[in-house]
């Protein structure tokens, strides 16, 4: 709330031609944008998190067995290397949906802002059209970002399981 707060009041002391230049659209998703900010640092600290567990992990299996901690360890190279190919994939798409999503949030201002002009020049339904393409690609995108994400899990486990089958 603060970070929006401050990212709004910044903008207040632009000046008119900053946003002569800018859509209004592209400003109003940037306050939107900032949740995802703020997510992303929830992310890191979760990331720290799964470190530290992962390392106290490690430690254990050390003590344990240093031979199949060893062993065991260079599976952590194979699952990175399906993991990272996913989530380049996942990025690329995340980039596509947030360029989607900011041309939908400025079509939409633009839309409403000039409402009266639609109205009398009865072009409702070309702003519905281009509308419903936003959305329906944004699904499709939101589908795509789903599927990807979900192959993270079972690939770990297959390839833990493979690594436990060879153990």
Known sequence: ??????VFER????????????????????????????????LVGRLLMEFSILL???G????????????????????????????SKIRKISQEHTA???????????????????KTYSRERLA????NTFVNKLRKLNLLLNRKSLLIKPIQEIVTLVVLLLL
């Open 60 to 87: 254990i299996m050390l003590k344990a067995s240093w031979i199949l901690a060893i062993i065991s360890l260079f599976t952590f190279p194979i699952l990175s290397f399906f993991i990272r190919s996913i989530v």
């Open 11 to 42: 903008m207040l002391s632009f000046g008119k031609l900053y946003f002569d230049r800018i859509s209004h659209g592209y400003t109003s998703y940037i306050i939107t944008i900032l949740a995802r900010v703020v997510s992303s640092f929830d």
């Open 128 to 131: 519905k059209n281009k509308f």
């Open 100 to 118: 989607t999503e900011i041309k939908l949030s400025q079509e939409v201002f633009n839309i409403l802002s000039c409402i009266t002009l639609v």
């Open 1 to 6: 709330a603060n970070l929006k707060r401050r």
């Open 56 to 58: 106290f992990y490690i």
